[in-house]
């Protein structure tokens, strides 16, 4: 097992990529702790975790977007488990409008779930890695969206390109302190953000000629997670088919 006796702490993990993290880490020897904004979303995550790992994964309802509502919930989990090993900020939320059509208060929303709750989430659980001497793993949950620009989105490709140059300077000062901070760049996984099921007619153009799944990104976080990666630093790892490479 790549994580054994690991904690690890997964935001957003109530679905899709979150989930399947969450689950994923526990197979491999971790403790998880799924964060959500919706109880009813980590409290069914860890019921079928735990029907399999008793006793591995905690649910935790966290406002990512509140600094003290993070430090709370990372709170919670050093009392739980003991300490924190590895995060996962994977919690997000999109808009589909044009810089005319975008409010003020879409456009805080997405950037308070999207970028700054990867600021409040590494600030807290880096401070515990650090005062437990813990080497620990940082993931961000990026996007193909934060490489280029979408004519149909505004304050996410923003935030998630917020994202990708946070995890290069999280990185270069965290490091010193044995703690390694790399991303992950998925590409229209699962279904889309604030939506249970995947579109029938949700158009996906790569290499791999397939939907990506949560699983892909899944298994892309055990590696960063793991030992297996250990000389990769500040990194943004696209698991998306090959699509930014054709991307027009």
């Known amino acids: 097992m790549r994580l054994q006796n690991q904690v690890a702490i997964v935001t ?7 989930e399947d993290i969450s689950k994923l880490f526990v197979q491999e020897g971790a403790k998880v702790a799924v964060v959500d904004l919706d109880q009813g979303r980590a409290n069914r995550v860890v019921n079928e975790i ?16 509140s600094a003290s509502s993070v430090e709370k919930m990372v709170q919670a989990v050093v009392k739980e488990f003991g300490g924190v090993d590895v995060l996962v900020n994977n919690a997000a939320w999109t808009d589909h409008k044009t ?5 003020e208060e879409e456009w805080d929303r997405v950037m308070n779930v999207c970028l700054r709750s990867v600021w409040y989430c590494t600030r807290y659980a880096a401070k515990v890695m ?4 813990r080497k620990g793993k940082i993931i961000n949950i990026a996007s193909t969206s934060g490489h280029g620009g979408r004519k149909e989105a505004t304050a996410y490709t923003t935030a998630k390109a917020g ?13 010193p302190q044995g703690i390694r901070v790399n991303s992950i760049s998925p590409n229209r996984i699962g279904s889309p953000v604030g939506q249970d099921e995947v579109p029938e007619n949700r158009f996906v153009k790569n290499l791999a000629g397939r939907r990506g799944v949560p699983m892909d990104i899944a298994k892309a976080a055990v590696f960063l997670a793991s030992d297996e990666s250990d000389f990769i630093y500040a990194v943004d790892l696209p698991v998306d088919g090959g699509a930014l490479a054709i991307r027009d």
């Open 99 to 103: 810089i005319f059509d975008i409010s």
């Open 130 to 133: 650090i005062d437990q001497k």
């Open 50 to 65: 735990n029907a399999a790992a008793p006793g591995q994964a905690i649910p935790i309802v966290c406002d990512v977007a």
């Open 12 to 18: 957003g993990a109530g679905r899709n990529i979150g």
């Open 163 to 175: 994202v990708l140059n946070l995890t290069r300077s999280i990185a270069i000062q965290l490091a």
